[in-house]
């Protein structure tokens, strides 16, 4: 029997809140205001050309830590008063706050309180909830979440499979727990995540969805496919890139930076047909050939910043070159970016640039002076030749919004060895690109059709 001089059995986040003053409610509530404002700028960093790896690891980052830093240490306490009603928002700031800073908790009952939220049936930030599950670096996640999926709602299970595929993690058994006629953004995700199972497994998977008419299914199991080796993906790639429609970005993309000669051709073919001009601009910045430098040049009139973004890519032309003076004022204002909206990529495919004039006479002078530096039939990288290590120090250097695609390439060229989230925090992805060196310099340079072994 405790004998009553005994001091109450208080948890250590209790003692704490028990030893030390009030805590201020109004420095909390505006930490937690703080990280959903910069949160939402966070995300669109990560595929903004305005900045590079270190700059966004250095900017809204450090700031977000620090403000989920600060409202980590009101401990316990802060669970009830700010922490559930934030997942209760509906804001995807607030709610990414909040579960990351119960998950990153070292008391038991608080990681508790997120799951119990994140399998009620009346949660509907489910999504926003797992993209930080996806972040986190609680020790035990990677097997905690998978026990989850029978029980979330299954509108919830794509991000499930994202935040699997993201970490990297093999989705395994919870592939049987998924319809065959499942909806596309489910199936999207579960294909991306088989890269990480069994091969016996994931090669009937994603060639039974090779001939899906649904742009994510398909494009999901490009992705996976080549990454693997799969054969039937690189031709199933060439079929795409000569009819267009739906995966056409994807397909596009794998035979520049992977194709031969007669490959490349036909981006130059997908470049006057409408459905896939704008995934012909993108893929040809990823070929690093001179005669797509010369194509896009013709392009940057009418295209403008996407063609030459994709003209720097493969010259190493600063944009200041031809960079614009002042938005075109012809253009309608339905069809302007809105200011803090332009320049974000989605996916592997091209980000949308502002409606401006393009000085092409500087860029035509420039490249006047450059050409004859670039050999016909090699592949270059901001102007320099490519190899294993240019590519890999690229992901360090390049702008965030291409960043994705050269991961991808990467990975196809590792046999699937190498793999990034190019969506985590910034300072993992130094911390991982790190690890990473010694196999992506052993990336083989040949084509994609050289690596198909399967």
């Known amino acids: 029997m ?3 001089t005994d001091p109450p059995a208080y948890s250590s986040a209790e003692r704490l809140a028990h030893r030390r003053p009030d805590l ?11 990280a959903t404002f910069l949160w939402a700028q966070w995300e669109r960093s990560l595929s903004s050309p305005d900045f590079m790896l270190a700059e966004v690891s250095a900017g809204d980052e450090v700031r977000l830590l620090a403000h989920l830093e600060g409202l980590s240490l009101a401990g316990n306490v802060a669970v009830q008063r700010l922490l559930l009603p934030a997942l209760k928002s509906g804001e995807p700031g607030r709610v990414r706050a909040a579960v990351h800073v119960l998950l990153a908790s070292p008391e038991p009952r608080d990681a508790q309180v997120f799951w119990e939220r994140l399998s009620a049936r009346d949660m509907e930030s489910g999504p926003d909830m797992l993209r930080a599950v996806g972040l986190c670096e609680r020790v035990g996640l990677d097997a ?32 049987r727990h998924v319809p065959s006629d499942a909806e596309p953004t489910l199936l999207a995700s579960v294909l991306r995540a088989a890269r990480f199972t069994d091969r016996r497994v994931s090669k009937p998977l994603i060639e039974r969805r090779l001939r899906d008419a649904r742009a994510p299914v398909l494009e999901a199991a490009m992705e996976t496919g080549l990454v693997l080796g799969f054969q039937s993906v690189w031709l199933r790639c060439r079929q795409v890139a000569e009819s267009g429609g739906p995966g056409v970005t994807h397909a596009l993309l794998a035979l520049a930076m992977g194709g031969d000669a007669a490959d490349l051709s036909l981006l130059g073919s997908a470049l006057v047909a409408p459905g896939s001009r704008e995934a012909a601009l993108w893929a040809l910045g990823f070929s690093g050939q001179r005669s ?33 003076h002042a938005p075109d004022t012809d253009v309608d204002a339905d069809e302007e970016v809105t200011p803090g909206e332009e320049l974000v990529a989605n996916g592997l495919g091209p980000p949308r640039f502002p409606r401006h004039v393009w ?12 050409r004859s530096r670039f050999e016909p039939g090699r592949r270059y990288l901001r102007g320099v030749p490519w190899t294993p290590e240019v590519a890999f120090k690229s992901l360090f250097q390049e ?13 196809i060229r590792t046999a699937g060895a190498f793999h990034l989230d190019t969506r985590n925090w910034a300072r ?13 310099l052993g990336a083989v340079p040949r084509s994609f059709r050289s690596l198909i072994t399967r």
Do not use: Y
């Open 144 to 175: 905690e979440l998978p026990r989850m999926l029978p029980v979330l709602n299954p509108d919830f299970w794509p991000a499930v499979f994202d935040c699997l595929g993201a970490r990297g993690v093999d989705p395994g058994g919870l592939l």
């Open 359 to 370: 000085r092409v006479s500087a860029i035509e002078a420039w490249w006047r002076e450059a």
């Open 2 to 4: 405790a004998n009553v």
């Open 428 to 440: 993992s992805q130094a911390r991982v690109l790190s690890a990473l060196r010694p196999k992506a």
């Open 292 to 324: 797509a430098a010369d194509a896009l040049l013709g392009e940057v009139e009418a295209s403008g910043g996407l063609a030459a973004d994709a003209f720097a890519a493969i010259t190493g032309m600063p944009l200041a070159v031809g960079a614009p």
């Open 24 to 34: 201020q409610w109004d420095v909390l509530e505006e930490h937690l205001d703080e």
């Open 399 to 411: 702008p965030m919004h291409r960043r994705a695609v050269l991961a991808w390439e990467m990975a």
